[in-house]
């Protein structure tokens, strides 16, 4: 295989149109603002666990989605979305991360909004009422919400279809373990990825970049059986679903062992499986523990990630701590995989942003077997849908 | 711990502490080749200075979830483990942590011979191209035997301050 020449480098890949990405889809300003507009703001993104919402009134601020917002448990039990700001002169509401509140008062002239969005006070209303603004015109903005086994999604388009339809049996295979008992987020944390959010996103996909981590070198992922036996279940909406396999945790001792006891409802121990949402949300489970990622673009090489563990809400503190150390193990911010994976998207959104890298290959067909790159191509023909452009040729817009 | 610091007169702490075998002076001597050996990346010289029992977890207090959070806990082997598989895990070679430790506290801790001392902690991550920036802050919470021979930490809590850690890391802090 030889070298190429700038022209040879720069030339497409002698591919379908579906089968590489062009560079600038990852760094030009003006299709990171269509993404943002034409994806971001009208697809179901994922907000929080009701597991974070536990108690009536209790809230929680999502300040990465293009609007502030705040969702809010209210005295129905149900949860809602609003934009976080006063609907007077646009103060951001609430400013703490989480809490408790039956009412919330504006900081700045007091207005007082309760937990369905309604204004219920303002002080010295005569003048307004003067002006002819009453206080059912001076609600918050609230943003659909739909729930499904307790994830919580919002859109920020009034006008989308339900999240019922749109995600269809996607989260079928996480029903049983999301609901036969109850579960909660034990574990959160965010980070700055200097890559564009596709990038990370691409990361949950490809599957042929096992090799990569050196605990998965060590606990056997590579086999026959894994390589050729897995599949790739593709959903209408641009969702996908990586089916199981069986990690050999057995090899090292002092990896934390798992016990088919602690296993999740549906699961055995060494159970591997993952479900990425179309866009930004990837559910997986390592058998006693799942996690959550949420994937925000900050700007065209900036991505903002969520990262959540789950477990059972009823474990012991004993068995509490068996699952956090499991999911550290690979998962947080201290893991060996987790650091491994967001190194790996750093490194390829520099060879993009820097032009030295012209095109993503996502080539390879393998009867949608774990390392096809099917997956791939199928978030990125939702992607094309939503965009009107192949990503492959992202500068020309199909009429 | 009996307290923050300074709700003991020193004389009477330095006492206490030297009355078991070791100064404070000691017990900042003692941290400070700690922290020397995890910058130079000496995990033998680190393991060295800790007893057997020695437990190390990172931990974390979340606003999002209004939950303490533990990032990692291992024992000795756990920690010979992460450290035997450093050199295969993949990051950018050639980064470097440097931590800055500022004691805040020793008190007598609840087992004899045991002193309880918090440190504020500072880590400049150093790229190899020499480019320093701040990576976390936070405290060390550690537990010391200060009553035999040599000083020996048995217990380490890394308490951060700082949550957002880029792609994080392999290296505990």
């Given at each position: 295989m030889p070298s190429r020449n700038r022209e040879t480098w720069e030339r497409?890949?002698?591919?379908?149109?579906?089968?590489f990405i062009d560079a600038i889809a990852y760094t030009d300003p003006e299709i990171f603002a269509a993404e943002k507009a034409q994806i971001m703001e009208r697809t179901w993104r994922f907000g929080c666990h009701e597991s974070e919402l536990p108690t009536v009134f209790d809230f929680r601020t999502i300040d990465h989605a293009a609007v502030p917002l705040v969702m809010i448990r209210g005295e129905d039990d149900r949860i809602r979305t609003f934009y976080n700001v006063c609907s007077h002169r646009g103060a951001k509401l609430f400013n703490d991360l989480s809490g408790n509140a039956k009412t919330k008062t504006c900081f700045f002239h007091h207005w007082t909004y309760d937990w369905k969005g309604d204004c219920v006070s303002r002080p010295r209303p005569k003048a307004f009422e003067d002006a002819h603004l009453s206080a059912e015109d001076c609600g918050l903005r609230e943003v659909r919400t739909e729930s499904q086994h307790g994830l919580v999604f919002f859109n920020l388009d009034d006008d989308a279809m339900s999240f019922a339809d749109y995600v269809g049996d996607a989260l079928s295979s996480f029903e049983q373990t999301l609901t036969e008992e109850p579960v909660e987020v034990f574990h959160y944390h965010q980070a700055v990825v200097q890559a564009n959010w596709k990038q990370w996103i691409e990361s949950n996909m490809d599957h042929y970049h096992e090799w990569m981590h050196v605990m998965l070198r060590r606990t056997n992922v590579l086999t026959e059986e894994t390589l050729f036996k897995r599949h790739v279940e593709l959903y209408p909406n641009g969702h996908i679903m990586f089916e199981g396999m069986r990690i050999d945790y057995e090899d090292k001792a002092t990896i934390v062992p798992r016990e088919e006891s602690k296993a999740l409802p549906g699961l055995a121990a060494s159970h591997y499986h993952s479900t990425p949402i179309f866009p930004n949300t990837v559910l997986m489970t390592r058998g006693t523990v799942m996690r959550i990622d949420t994937t925000t673009p900050l700007t065209p090489d900036t991505s903002l990630v969520e990262f959540r563990g789950l477990g059972l809400k009823n474990d012991s503190e004993e068995d509490r701590m068996v699952r956090i150390r499991q999911h550290n193990e690979f998962w947080g911010p201290f893991s060996h995989n987790l650091p491994e994976d967001l190194f790996a998207a750093e490194q390829c959104a520099t060879g993009y942003r820097t032009g030295g890298a012209a095109y993503g290959i996502i080539c390879r067909e393998e009867n949608l077997s774990a390392q096809d790159d099917g997956g791939m191509r199928h978030f990125y023909a939702e992607w094309s849908k939503w965009m009107g452009r192949l990503a492959s040729n992202p500068k020309y817009i199909a009429a | 711990m009996d307290g923050p610091a300074g709700e003991q007169p020193e004389i009477h702490r330095r006492l206490r502490t030297q009355t078991l075998g070791a100064s404070n002076e000691d017990i900042r001597d003692f941290l400070n080749k700690a922290t020397d050996a995890l910058d130079r990346e000496a995990w033998e010289d680190f393991l060295s200075m800790c007893a057997p029992e020695f437990e190390y977890r990172i931990t974390a207090f979340s606003y999002e979830l209004n939950k303490d959070m533990v990032w990692l806990v291992h024992d000795m082997d756990g920690l010979k483990y992460l450290f035997e598989v450093l050199p295969e895990q993949l990051g950018r070679k050639g980064t470097r942590l440097l931590r800055q430790v500022s004691v805040t506290d020793i008190a007598p801790g609840s087992a004899n011979g045991h002193m309880d001392v918090t440190s504020k902690v500072i880590v400049i991550r150093t790229s190899p191209e020499g480019v320093s920036d701040l990576f976390v802050a936070g405290r060390y919470i550690d537990i010391i035997d200060v009553g035999g021979n040599t000083l020996k930490l048995i217990k380490r809590e890394t308490r951060l301050e700082t949550r957002d850690l880029g792609p994080g890391s392999h290296v505990p802090i």
């Open positions: 497409p890949p002698d591919l379908p149109g579906t089968h | -």
